[in-house]
């Protein structure tokens, strides 16, 4: 209960900074127009078969290069403004920092994948088809970014604390993210072509996403704080 | 680690694969449907197998790594992971040769494929990162392998979920008994051969820590 | 009717001149076998270079690996050579 709710102040906060600044929000949906108009320039003379391929890969391929830049941001920001270590010697427990940022960095990504959504709807007419099952495709799209956030907050913080911010995020986090990709994509087309397994397919995407959560939450202490040899003792419970 | 066990597992291995192969190409016979080409299956296989069991091995001792600061766990975490390189590159490298004989295309983007890449691929991040990361970079490569050992059971169940062109998982049950002894004992060289190139590297990680250890203290 | 791959054909009946029609396999199935035969002959050798080649690529790979580790061994050896005659005791 108190894990709730301090994962809900640190959020909250988090939420704030960014209602006065707009600044992760502000990027990450102006990349994501940046995104839509490329698609839409490039990909306007499609047919109708090749679209119905391709309208997946440009939803969940706009999601990847967001969430990477929204969630290294959402860190980078801390580790700027020097509040991270902050963040790490305050009394709450670590875990919370895990959860409350996966949260706004999920709100982000949702945000962005709903734009992106409305916007293939308008840019392509065989994007219709998505919308028919307005509550599967809820729980696709979240459960895709559940996933990507699950893996990307590990990442994003451990580039944010430690001297290794030469190495892109990106470079780490695609390969790993890419088995969600497959499945949200696997998803996205069953959806599309009106599939009777797509809702097994989102099934299967929700697990993935717990599973990669409860990955990313067993690791997330360790990556930012080195233990002590020989067991946890170097971790604050 | 015995320092004599890589000796032990490398002449093993180089013992056992003569009459391994003289097993696969004389003793067993040919496959009615794909022809001799599918003689690459018995080493193809066992060297998946030995992949992805090398990226489990990595990732647990990543985790052990990452969660107790086990230097002996960091060394087998990187000597695995390496090795899941140089076996990764013969899956990857075999397997469009096989393709190409017997379904007429290299590379079909079939889901196993790609999964296979993609480990590959999270391998050679852990790799790279071990190698150029700037200092405080291993933790978060410690926790790269950990998903990407994650990621082998997707592998193992991406075939099932995404049904495509690739022989199914279930491929090893439906071989006559003859060709299922001929794979387990071509797995043998190659299972020996793997775990003494883990030992090796293991033993040499080692060293190298202990060489680290010792400049630290020569400088202080 | 011609069942199977090369029947033999049905006896032929003498012609009278002192010869007899060489009884065997028509020009047909001869050409048939040559075609299937060759085919045959293709696909094992085909299948034999496609074998050569991955059993040449999987062992070459690890011949490199082996060869970055004998390396990688000597570059330690000379580091530690290079370590001893600071602690060695004078």
């Given at each position: 209960?108190?894990?709730?709710?301090?994962?809900?102040?640190?959020?909250?906060?988090?939420?704030?900074?960014?209602?006065?600044?707009l600044e992760v929000l502000a990027t990450a949906l102006f990349f994501d127009v940046v995104v839509l108009t490329l698609f839409g320039v490039g990909f306007a003379g499609l047919s109708a078969a090749a679209l119905r391929v391709a309208l997946p890969a440009m939803l969940w391929l706009a999601v990847a290069f967001v969430g990477t830049l929204a969630l290294s941001r959402l860190f980078e920001r801390e580790r700027e403004h020097e509040t991270f270590v902050a963040l790490l010697v305050a009394p709450v427990d670590r875990l919370t920092i895990y959860w409350a940022k996966g949260l706004v960095g999920l709100v982000v990504l949702v945000l962005c994948a709903g734009l992106q959504l409305a916007g293939l709807r308008l840019l392509f007419p065989e994007a219709a088809a998505l919308f028919a099952r307005p509550g599967l495709l809820a729980l696709l799209v979240t459960g895709g970014c559940v996933a990507y956030v699950a893996v990307g907050s590990v990442f994003a913080s451990a580039l944010a604390t430690d001297r290794t911010r030469g190495v892109l995020l990106s470079l780490v986090l695609y390969p790993l993210s890419t088995p969600i990709l497959l499945f949200a994509l696997v998803a996205t087309r069953a959806l599309l072509e009106g599939h009777p397994a797509a809702g097994v397919y989102v099934g299967q995407l929700w697990a993935l996403a717990v599973l990669l959560a409860a990955a990313g939450a067993l690791t997330f202490e360790s990556v930012m704080v080195p233990a002590r040899p020989g067991g946890r003792s170097g971790r604050r419970r | 680690m015995s320092r004599a066990l890589w000796a032990i597992l490398l002449v093993a291995a180089a013992a056992l694969f003569p009459p391994a192969a003289a097993r696969v190409f004389l003793d067993t016979p040919i496959e009615r449907e794909m022809g001799t080409v599918q003689k690459i299956f018995y080493f193809h296989v066992p060297m998946a197998w030995c992949m992805m069991l090398a990226a489990v091995v990595s990732g647990v001792a990543a985790a052990v790594w990452l969660f107790r600061a086990s230097r002996a766990a960091e060394a087998l975490a990187r000597a695995s992971g390496e090795v899941v390189l140089v076996t990764g590159a013969c899956v990857l490298l075999t397997g469009p040769i096989w393709g190409h004989a017997t379904w007429g295309t290299p590379w079909t983007w079939d889901a196993r494929q790609v999964s296979t890449a993609l480990l590959f691929l999270v391998f050679a991040a852990f790799v790279l990162l071990r190698a150029y990361g700037a200092a405080g970079s291993e933790r978060l490569a410690a926790a790269l392998a950990v998903f990407g050992a994650l990621d082998v059971?997707?592998?193992y169940y991406a075939v099932k979920v995404w049904k495509t062109t690739h022989p199914t998982?279930?491929?090893?049950?439906?071989?006559?008994?003859?060709?299922?002894?001929?794979?387990?004992?071509?797995?043998?060289?190659?299972?020996?051969?793997?775990?003494?190139?883990?030992?090796?590297r293991y033993q040499v990680e080692r060293a190298e820590q202990r060489l680290d250890d010792l400049y630290l203290a020569n400088e202080r | 009717m011609r069942t199977g791959s090369l029947s033999q054909q049905a006896a032929a009946p003498?012609?009278?001149?002192?010869?007899?029609?060489?009884?065997?396999?028509?020009?047909?199935?001869?050409?048939?076998?040559?075609?299937?035969?060759?085919?045959?002959?293709?696909?094992?050798?085909?299948?034999?270079?496609?074998?050569?080649?991955?059993?040449?690529?999987?062992?070459?790979?690890?011949?490199?690996?082996?060869?970055?580790?004998?390396?990688?061994?000597?570059?330690?050896?000379?580091?530690m050579e290079g370590m001893l005659p600071k602690d060695a005791p004078p």
């Open positions: 209960m108190r894990g709730l709710r301090q994962t809900f102040l640190l959020a909250a906060n988090d939420a704030r900074q960014e209602a006065r600044h | 059971p997707i592998i998982t279930d491929v090893v049950g439906t071989l006559p008994p003859s060709m299922w002894r001929t794979l387990f004992f071509a797995l043998s060289p190659i299972a020996a051969c793997v775990a003494g190139l883990v030992a090796v | 003498p012609s009278g001149d002192g010869y007899e029609k060489v009884v065997g396999r028509d020009l047909r199935s001869i050409e048939l076998e040559r075609q299937i035969e060759a085919r045959a002959a293709a696909k094992t050798a085909s299948d034999y270079a496609h074998i050569v080649w991955a059993y040449g690529i999987l062992w070459s790979v690890v011949a490199l690996y082996v060869l970055y580790l004998y390396r990688r061994v000597l570059r330690l050896r000379r580091d």
